[in-house]
């Protein structure tokens, strides 16, 4: 296709074929590459904020991990991958559903963020007890995943470890729908309380005596936080470091004043995932790398290099 024929497809014009990869395939997925990376940036930045740690991420509570065993347990278990398919992959298919695994993940990945937020309560939500206990139970999350990798069969664990891969080719309008619901109620709440953010910046206690409840802001922060996590990591698999290295880039250009940060993450974890995706599709040369692989090589040499600035600012 040249970009002539990639435009008129878009607005329904010239053949058939065209407007179907347009339209079906390739639209979808460019929203959904924006509204992902909006989520998890978004996601970030607040997670960051409330634990007062700029290594938290949106799998920080252990999102993720719950939502990978709640996809592995429908897979494996559930569409019966090591009970009745054997290695036959069209029997595996006939069993699994893709929206009852979205589903379980969902659930799973909720789960958890509630049983976190329950074990803290007692600790009035300190941000060292929350990080600590989503680290606890995602490690639990993750070695009943492995177990139930080690029975499954080839077919189910192929299809098991495929799904983890962070992918925007699943995506398609109603899933994109969804996300951006949940990300634009979040986001409103997020700008609304977007002072008290500021205020816990400068501590806990400076916080209270201006009049914020900090407990409860971090309960709910967090749960709204988890919830758009939950939604796109049970749907599209696990993206990293979106969310984390976009606020950092959002309070290099834009100040750590919330007012800022909080779009600005929101628009620069769209950007990164937008142009992640785009190069998975460069590098596949036909075919489409998940773009979590990508976000990977592409995040991880580059909070190192955010890291190093950082010290260099402040030494």
């Known amino acids: 296709m040249t970009f002539l024929d990639a435009i008129n497809g878009l607005f329904n014009r010239g053949p058939d074929n065209y407007i179907l990869i347009m339209r079906r395939v390739r639209l979808p997925r460019a929203i959904g590459a924006l509204v992902v990376g909006a989520s998890l940036g978004l996601s970030g930045v607040i997670m960051q904020t409330m634990l007062s740690n700029d290594m938290a991420s949106p799998s920080t509570l252990g999102v993720s991990n719950a939502a990978t065993f709640g996809a592995n347990l429908s897979i494996i278990v559930i569409a019966q991958g090591f009970l009745d398919t054997g290695n036959n992959l069209d029997n595996y298919f006939l069993g699994n559903n893709i ?57 189910s664990l192929s299809a098991a470890v495929i799904w983890s891969f962070g992918d925007i080719s699943r995506t398609n309008y109603n899933i994109d729908l969804l996300i951006a619901i949940i990300t634009l109620i979040s986001f409103i709440f997020f700008m609304i309380k977007r002072n008290e953010y500021n205020a816990i910046l400068s501590g806990d206690d400076i916080a209270k005596s201006s009049g914020v409840k900090v407990d409860s802001l971090r309960f709910i922060s967090l749960l709204l936080s988890s919830l758009i996590t939950a939604v796109v990591v049970a749907n599209l698999g696990i993206i990293g470091f979106v969310g984390l290295i976009s606020p950092h880039i959002s309070k290099i250009l834009f100040t750590q004043n919330h007012k800022y940060s909080i779009p600005g993450s929101l628009l620069i974890g769209s950007i990164l995932l ?38 260099r600012v402040y030494s």
């Open 99 to 155: 929206y009852a695994t979205s589903f379980i993940a969902f659930i799973f990945a909720l789960a958890s963020t509630l049983i976190i937020l329950s074990l803290c309560k007692s600790q009035n939500y300190k941000k060292e007890t929350v990080i600590l206990s989503g680290v606890a139970i995602g490690a639990i999350w993750s070695a009943l995943t492995s177990l139930l990798q080690f029975y499954a069969t080839d077919v």
């Open 274 to 311: 937008l142009v992640s995706n785009i190069l998975s599709r460069i590098i596949g040369s036909g075919s489409q790398i998940p773009v979590g692989i990508i976000t990977s090589i592409i995040g991880a040499p580059f909070f190192l290099y955010l890291i190093f600035r950082k010290r």
